[in-house]
């Protein structure tokens, strides 16, 4: 099962634009989840799918389960069932290393799939897709693959089970049965299809097209081979964007050429503080007057947003939704809570990131058998 | 330094054709192989140059030289500068494994190496692309390893030293500095110069797509892609088109469909007796009459053409085309010879070939470092 925040395919909405490079929602307003399931043809991850979660694995669900952060799937349901046949799964998740730094929103997919793995007890494989950021970004491949033994320890920081987890590098890890694989899926896919799927152009270099099977998360392209190959389908679970600091609405993701648009885990608590301070949107009214009187728009609000995503306690963000929602809190309050939320968490992550050994992402990249694995 | 029998490149004359794919000549006639040097930009592989060869090796230059069987190349002075300046230098050629059983036109690079081989001193590396055949031949992967492993017993049967070559699977071989080379390549070649030099279309597969920076031999790409990598461009040498026993002129290379355009490795001595006298076309006379009156014409006569290859003694060539082209030898007797030198070369084969062992094969297969190989 593969977790992931994007899905690979563009949108052809005129009013919305989702792909992996891009976006944005209609007139700057909020992304329509709704209508991104529907058009692309995946389930939302509902109630009773939580609640069978919650039943399986014995422990409350995520707060991104709990609070709607993965909002869709395909196929979880039938991962689940393989799950109470007792029969095997693994779950995949990657990170292309562009940047030395992660933010924020690179973390959501492993805090998540570090409570998949300790819920369910599988194994994980991280795929660093440091040839597709060579490729894309024109990064040497001598860069990128320090980058991406760089994020490794970003990503072993989050607290992954060693035991079960597999992270590589594709520079060091195509080859082999890997390499076979690829050559059988690029031969399911035609130029054509592939430029259609991705959008690539004559003048993409053929390094561009030759990724897509290199990387599984190129979900819609692999759920469509998969079975032509005699393999199943991997199930996905999708996330709704995590909204720059200045967004207003969900306009934009993260840019890495805007260091003031999100918050890194290599931000001090000056800079955490600053940038909620100056730059995170707020839904709160221009004057204190007008905001006691008709309260915040939590629909804008990114220190709101902000906090849904890493408040773990339920009781005190419906408190603060509520207070805020009816102009009881200001904003200022709602930034200073975020903002000892994301320095508590920044500097848990530093700490944990400082405790991370070269031998210790030797040992996560050490090519070898997981147990529970397929063969 | 690279041995092929093709060069990559589409000849866009309306008169003949000259693609990796496809050979014919306007009208069925000869192949034009001074336009050839001056559509494809290489120099014709001149006296002066094997008189150089000659006297550098201190030996006999091989028949293939002699005969004009190589008969272009790109930068091959600079290699023997280099040579002469005692410089690396090492050989590359490859093949790319389709069927069971190699034709004798197979041969002719294996041949040609292993003399270039023993008289410079130097290593040869041969790359089998099973990957190539998988995608293009809609072959499996496994079925693709396994006739590479089969061609590899075929090469080893050339005589080849041991201590001096390496030959590789692409699927056992790609990754590591390999792929790192591939992406480096990829990254210079935009898809419109990809369908330009090598004709893909949109209904092509993206393997296609991906396979030439597997493949050194893609020449001119490679030729245009090294220097902007810091490395040396590859020098090439280029040999005629070896053809089919049924050919008039030199109108399109053997099929691998039709059995009987070619003769085998695998052919016994009543196949090769057959063959050449059911097949291989004669520029003899239809009467004897006429033929002791104006002779074979030799432009056209396959077994003539088969002996330049594959009769070493000069003397006896010269004979039999002095006395076959004035009429006083008839088209039995030289298919006769022709008969008797292609069986012994076969049997040759067969034998060394019997006697490769897979405890060889890995031998020459095994990743290891080749004496005076660069780094």
Chains 1, 2 share one sequence.
Not at 7 to 27: H, L, M, Y
Not at 88 to 105: D, N
Not at 340 to 356: D, F, I, K, P
Request: proline letters at 4%; a negative charge; aromatic letters at 10%.
């Amino acid at each position: 099962m593969e977790v992931d925040k994007k899905e690979e395919i563009a949108s052809d909405s005129s009013e919305q634009v989702v792909n992996p490079w891009e976006v944005s929602a209609k007139d700057g307003g909020k992304i329509d989840y709704d209508k991104l399931i529907d058009q692309f043809g995946c389930q939302r991850l509902d109630e009773s799918l939580i609640d069978r979660v919650e039943r399986l694995t014995s422990r409350q669900p995520h707060v991104f389960l709990r609070r709607g952060v993965f909002f869709a799937h395909r196929d979880f349901d039938l991962v689940l069932d393989a799950y109470e046949r007792g029969d095997k799964f693994y779950l995949y998740t990657g990170r292309g290393p562009s940047s030395e730094a992660l933010h924020l929103g690179h973390l959501i997919p492993f805090m998540f799939t570090k409570y998949l793995q300790e819920a369910f007890k599988v194994p994980l494989v991280i795929q660093l897709t440091d040839d597709e950021k060579c490729m894309w970004k024109n990064l040497s491949v001598e860069e990128s693959q320090r980058l991406a033994r760089e994020n490794a320890k970003d990503i072993i920081a989050c607290g992954f089970d060693v035991t079960k987890t597999f992270i590589f590098s594709d520079f060091d890890y195509v080859g082999g049965a890997f390499y076979k694989n690829m050559v059988k899926v690029a031969k399911c896919v035609t130029l054509n299809k592939a430029m259609g799927i991705f959008g690539f152009s004559g003048e993409d270099h053929i390094g561009k097209l030759s990724f897509p099977p290199v990387q599984d998360p190129y979900f819609r392209m692999t759920r469509d081979v998969a079975p032509r190959l005699g393999y199943s389908k991997p199930a996905l679970i999708e996330s709704t964007f995590f909204p720059a600091l200045q967004a207003s609405g969900e306009n934009g993701k993260m840019s890495a050429s805007d260091p003031n648009s999100a918050i890194y885990v290599t931000d001090t608590a000056k800079d955490i503080k600053n940038k909620i301070n100056r730059y995170a949107f707020s839904g709160g009214q221009d004057s204190i007057e007008k905001h006691r009187e008709i309260g915040a728009n939590l629909e804008v609000d990114i220190p709101v947003k902000y906090l849904s995503f890493f408040l773990e306690d339920d009781a005190e963000l419906e408190h603060i939704k509520k207070e805020y929602g009816e102009g009881r809190m200001l904003t200022g309050e709602v930034k200073k809570r975020l903002t000892e939320v994301l320095t508590g968490m920044v500097e848990r992550h530093r700490m944990a990131r400082a405790a991370v050994t070269e031998e210790m992402v030797d040992a996560f990249m050490a090519v070898r058998p997981l147990p529970n694995m397929f063969e």
